[in-house]
């Protein structure tokens, strides 16, 4: 089973919202990412957590602020968002910061109004 | 940091025609992936080939690292391939680092 999971699959806030992207895997991976991809480009990376600690942050705004509460989970808590942080977030993960394969969930089509 | 072009950028097909993508990447990489995203945004895994050819049904990718670039084959291509292809790679102890992407259009 390579199965990523991430809700809600769509997210519409307004500017004040405070709301949180989760993702899931029970694969055994300590590897995990978050992407943001906007429209007709390809994914950015935002953070990496590995075996649960923040290892990069590619240098995103603070008010985006992931956590990982244990080694199944992601989340990405969001507040006080832009209309241009409008995009797919995605999640990923992969066996260990020294392996190679990602794989991916389906993504949080996030619309900021 | 390492660049990775993709080409072409867009690519129309007729149903059961063959086509070939093409990734180029500017540095040695320890990992090289393929992936196709569906309209709905999922991101799936074709294929892992930092080197070497490998072959899933209709699909087949090879990897020429000495000389820097990747190519993806698809055969007697259908409408469920549209969709983005898009490669990525890493360096190093780097992270995936994904190239421009491939828009496919095959219509019946």
């Known amino acids: 089973d390579t199965e990523v999971t991430q809700t809600p699959k769509h997210l519409v806030m307004g500017m004040t919202n405070k709301k949180s992207l989760k993702c899931e895997q029970h694969?055994?991976?300590?590897?995990m990412y978050w992407y943001k991809q906007k429209a007709k480009k390809p994914p950015e990376l935002m953070f990496v957590?590995?075996?649960?600690?923040?290892?990069i942050n590619e240098s995103v705004p603070s008010r985006f602020s992931p956590e990982c509460p244990n080694s199944s989970l992601l989340n990405l808590h969001l507040h006080a968002l832009q209309p241009e942080d409008s995009a797919l977030y995605l999640c990923?993960?992969?066996?260990?910061?020294?392996?190679?394969?990602?794989?991916f969930g389906p993504g949080t089509r996030l619309t900021v109004t | 940091g390492i660049q990775v072009e993709q080409s072409p950028p867009d690519l129309i097909l007729q149903e059961g025609a063959n086509s070939t993508l093409r990734c180029n990447f500017s540095?040695?990489?320890?990992?090289l992936q393929w992936f196709h995203q569906n309209p709905w945004g999922q991101l799936i895994n074709l294929f892992y080939?930092?080197?070497g050819t490998k072959q899933n049904g209709r699909l087949s990718a090879t990897t020429v690292a000495t000389e820097r670039y990747s190519l993806l084959y698809i055969s007697s291509s259908q409408t469920t391939d549209s969709g983005v292809y898009f490669c990525a790679v890493q360096t190093g102890a780097n992270n995936l680092f994904f190239g421009t992407g491939t828009r496919l259009t095959v219509i019946p």
């Open positions: 694969m055994g991976h300590r590897a």
């Open positions: 957590y590995s075996y649960e600690k923040l290892s």
């Open positions: 080939i930092p080197s």
């Open positions: 990923a993960s992969k066996t260990g910061p020294l392996s190679y394969e990602q794989y």
């Open positions: 540095d040695s990489v320890n990992n």
